[in-house]
């Protein structure tokens, strides 16, 4: 069974601070790993990938992939309100579909 | 790039009757992934599809729900009979086997 794991929360975080968001993952086969973020309302959109070990920046995001743990990870630094939505993990295991976790919602108060 | 176009954005439609969600892909995107999406369940794959052919169907959820794609810029996701335990948002998705692009979705009401 291929599953995803995500800390459902909400997880509230005050405007400017880091969010973390964590997810695990069961398949080790595993090779690329995407995050989505999903406003109230509507698609995902793919914000990150990374497919090797360790950090990988983009403006305010960073992932963080650890294979050997099965644990990959979102930092958001200097959040925003208009972060606020829920966060996606999703894992492909096979180089074609994805497995989405449940999500993490996060709110950045202002 | 329109990016991938789906239809309706919502159906709202009785017990028993017949519906029907189109998905048009992104040009040269050659997989389609068909998506849904619950507050209980998250989103759950029901099928997709590579250079047109179904690859993987284990997601659908029973005989009702059938997809086709017959050409590589269209897809359709038929359920018949509908039911209530079928609304949910709908979503496909095309790709290149990487990072997917999802459309808006089809919100599904069955009454």
């Known amino acids: 069974q291929k599953e995803v794991e995500q800390n459902s929360g909400p997880l509230s975080v005050p405007e400017g601070a880091i969010a973390s968001l964590n997810c695990t993952y069961s398949d080790r086969v595993s090779q690329s790993f995407f995050w989505y973020r999903q406003y109230s309302g509507k698609s995902p959109e793919l914000i990150m990938s990374?497919?090797?070990?360790g950090d990988k920046e983009d403006g305010r995001f960073t992932a963080q992939l650890n294979k050997a743990s099965q644990y990959v990870s979102l930092l958001i630094r200097d959040s925003q309100p208009s972060d606020s939505a829920t966060y996606l993990c999703a894992v492909n295991p096979n180089g074609q579909n994805f497995v989405f976790g449940p999500g993490t919602r996060l709110s950045v108060l202002p | 790039d329109a990016g991938v176009i789906q239809s309706p954005r919502h159906e709202v439609t009785e017990m028993g009757q017949e519906v029907t969600l189109r998905c048009k892909p992104i040009?040269?995107?050659?997989?389609l992934f068909w998506y849904r999406q619950t507050m209980m369940r998250g989103l759950e794959l029901l099928i997709y599809f590579n250079n047109n052919v179904p690859i993987d169907d284990s997601g659908m959820p029973e005989d009702r729900f059938s997809a086709k794609m017959p050409n590589a810029s269209f897809s359709t996701l038929k359920i018949q009979p509908s039911e209530p335990r079928d609304s949910a948002v709908y979503f496909c998705?095309?790709?290149?086997?990487?990072?997917?692009?999802f459309g808006s979705g089809t919100r599904l009401t069955v009454v």
């Open positions: 040009s040269g995107h050659d997989y």
């Open positions: 998705a095309s790709s290149l086997g990487d990072g997917y692009t």
């Open positions: 990374i497919y090797s070990n």
